[in-house]
């Protein structure tokens, strides 16, 4: 059973805000993922780390950033939020070699922002 | 770049059908393929994981197949229930190290009672 947790769930923010999604899993994983997805699009990889202290930029351009101190937790950060960063963020972690069931990617549950 | 196309996007079928859905990528060097299911509202949950080097995997009703050499997936979903109308995606990871998966945009499937 994969254990990875998102919160919020659910987040309605202003303009100019900070905030912070919260992921974190207790599986010892050492790969950690954010991806982006608008309704009905495909997800886009906007951050990823592969230990404590790493984190590299995905795919997509994303204004948002992320740490990684522990290695069950994984934040994302958005500075100034804005109503271009509505959108569900999906966190995923994932073991970092060896056997058959490793790089199966487990997903928390979501975030979705809404900012007016 | 790695591309990941996923036909068709919508698929409606009666309970009971068998059906494929499919799954094609652009650079053959993947380190594996792995399918993926999402609810509505809903994070996403792991079919089945197919390493560079298997053909295919299966779990219960479904089965998906590996052909690099065409670039090409298919996850075969047999005896079809409304329980599985979800959208379905696939995801090529171009190599361990880099980790990135990169997505389709996925099929959405309804069965029909």
């Known amino acids: 059973e994969a254990d990875i947790y998102q919160t919020p769930r659910y987040l309605v923010i202003g303009t100019g805000k900070k905030i912070t999604l919260e992921c974190s899993q207790t599986m010892g994983h050492d790969k950690m993922y954010w991806y982006q997805q608008d309704p009905g699009m495909e997800l886009h990889l906007i951050h990823y780390?592969?230990?404590?202290?790493?984190?590299e930029k995905g795919d997509l351009s994303s204004e948002s950033t992320v740490s990684r101190i522990r290695t069950e937790h994984f934040p994302l950060t958005l500075e100034s939020a804005r109503p271009s960063h509505t959108s569900q963020y999906l966190c995923?972690?994932?073991?970092?070699?060896?056997?058959?069931?490793?790089?199966?990617?487990?997903f928390g549950p979501g975030t979705r922002l809404t900012v007016l | 770049k790695q591309e990941v196309t996923q036909i068709p996007a919508a698929l409606s079928v009666p309970e009971g059908e068998n059906l494929v859905l499919n799954c094609s990528f652009t650079d053959s060097a993947i380190y594996n393929l792995q399918w993926f299911r999402q609810d509505p509202g809903k994070g996403l949950t792991s079919l089945l994981l197919?390493?560079?080097?298997?053909r295919e995997q299966t779990s219960g009703r479904l089965n998906a197949s590996l052909d690099k050499s065409s670039g090409r997936s298919t996850l075969y979903i047999a005896a079809s229930q409304p329980g599985d109308s979800a959208t379905y995606l696939c995801?090529?990871?171009?190599?361990?190290?880099?980790?990135?998966?990169?997505f389709g945009d996925g099929t959405t499937l309804t069965v029909k009672p």
């Open positions: 995923a972690s994932s073991e970092s070699s060896g056997g058959a069931s490793t790089d199966t990617q487990y």
């Open positions: 780390s592969y230990g404590v202290n790493s984190t």
């Open positions: 197919i390493q560079s080097s298997q």
């Open positions: 995801a090529a990871d171009l190599n361990t190290n880099a980790g990135k998966s990169t």
